[in-house]
């Protein structure tokens, strides 16, 4: 196999899964060196779920990496960390802008089975206010990581991945996690950015699930254009790019509404979530 051409091993290579990839990586460094050009193009880590939660403990892990980091960057995330802008957003301090608790969350990874073996569960804990470099750079490191794995399910409850700290690392590169399903369950009716990541943030390669106000939804992503829109608070009509997600109700699928979010025009904050109802289906 050695004496393949690049192009040939490429293609034995999309046949193989992450694991099986993982195992040539390790026998020999020449397929290693081609496993990791062309990685984009082969098969992703899977997890079965991930959802971020909360604790009460916090645990500090070093760790013996060595960073190249700019001082463009260093001046960068010392001002985030000063200016504390949060890892993670949950209801509490998106309602409570002067809350100053700093609190724990574990970004939780649920493996599945491999091989016939029990599920394993990863988990990742964050403060939710940086309080070293080093804790920064290792939340990058990680984020960076995931974006190159696929999940089963993606679950936002009790809290998210902020997306302006995702501005922050990544600026204007693709960065996308990849999902089958994604459920959002939010229990009161209200703006979250929670949206703002779902939109910029997440590839749905398959089912959206939406709990919002004890009701089950399930949508899909109908349309984004840009077109005039009046806000309620201004006079004129104005541009915004507007998307919408047409919704049925999972207990009543005559249920049907259309949720729409608007964005000034060169901006990733949409300044209004708005839900319709439709006509009854016949």
Known sequence: MNLLPAETKLDIFKCLNFYQLNNFQLSNRHFCEVIVNYNKELARKVFCSVELMFVKSWSVLLMNWTWILSEEDKLKYQAAIQERIPFYLDHKNESDAGDKTNGIGNLLFESGEINGTSP???????????????????FRFWLEKLSHCFIENFKVEQGYINPDILELFFGDSPFKFHTKCFYLVYKEYGFSREYDFMYHHVVIHGYRGFYLIGRKMHGELLKEEERYFQMLDEDDEEIYKIVEYEMFGVDNPLEHKIMYLCFPIGSKKARVLGIRCCDFLH
């Open 120 to 138: 394993k569960f990863l988990r990742l804990q964050l403060q939710q206010y940086p309080q070293t470099i080093e804790e920064v750079l290792v």
